[in-house]
T-cell receptor, first 111, second 112 residues
Framework: GEDVEQSLFLSVREGDSSVINCTYT??????LYWYKQEPGAGLQLLTY?????DMKQDQRLTVLLNKKDKHLSLRIADTQTGDSAIYFC???????????FGKGTMLLVSP | NAGVTQTPKFQVLKTGQSMTLQCAQD?????MYWYRQDPGMGLRLIYY???????DKGEVPNGYNVSRLNKREFSLRLESAAPSQTSVYFC???????????FGPGTRLLVL
């Protein structure tokens, strides 16, 4: 099966920028997603990018997609303690009915 | 609009007991999914229903059965629970096949 890989853990200070990285293997991915999971809660869709885009910006969030390297990143500007959560990258492959999720990156923001 | 709801929130079972996890969505979505989340394993797809009347196996279907009762509801059944099924179970729905998925709050299951 196709793989989605993420680093497990990232620690930043409040006010800094956070960059969470993700790599995927399927070149036919059509959509790539970022979900956020706060402790004890379900996954919340943060943003997504279509595979023919390089960048998408939404307030403090910037998604960058490098299709050649199959690399996706999520940048959070001015990170706040409320951003502490697990962030999941996911891809939708062309022709498939399901998403493939990475194992998640735990972001810890310290004051 | 409640989105995706799941019941129960928590459950403790003894090995060999059976139970059904319920999921409902009020977004008129066609597709529904069941995942389990375990530490270090991320989210793994158990079963999904691409449209009313159809169900398909995901990555880890063994020990589970599902029913797409109608467009709104998708239930997951454990016929004979095992400690390896201790996990957090999430239901999700999407408008179409593999499109943006919206998740429920989860059911935390402990099998002793």
């Amino acid at each position: 099966g196709e793989d989605v890989e993420q680093s497990l853990f990232l620690s930043v200070r409040e006010g800094d920028s956070s960059v969470i990285n993700c790599t995927y293997t399927d070149s036919s991915s059509t959509y790539l997603y970022w979900y956020k999971q706060e402790p004890g809660a379900g996954l919340q869709l943060l943003t997504y990018i279509f595979s023919n885009m390089d960048m998408k910006q939404d307030q403090r969030l910037t998604v960058l997609l490098n299709k050649k390297d199959k690399h996706l990143s999520l940048r959070i500007a001015d990170t706040q303690t409320g951003d502490s959560a697990i962030y999941f990258c996911a891809e939708k492959e062309s022709g498939y009915s399901t998403l493939t999720f990475g194992k998640g990156t735990m972001l810890l923001v310290s004051p | 609009n409640a989105g995706v709801t799941q019941t129960p929130k928590f459950q403790v079972l003894k090995t060999g007991q059976s139970m059904t996890l319920q999921c409902a969505q009020d977004m008129n979505h066609n597709s529904m999914y069941w995942y389990r989340q375990d530490p270090g394993m991320g989210l793994r797809l158990i079963y999904y229903s691409a449209s009313e009347g159809t169900t398909d196996k995901g990555e880890v279907p063994n020990g589970y059965n599902v029913s797409r009762l109608n467009k709104r509801e998708f239930s997951l059944r454990l016929e004979s629970a095992a400690p390896s099924q201790t996990s957090v179970y999430f239901c999700a729905s999407s408008e179409g096949r593999g499109e943006t998925q919206y998740f429920g709050p989860g059911t935390r299951l402990l099998v002793l």
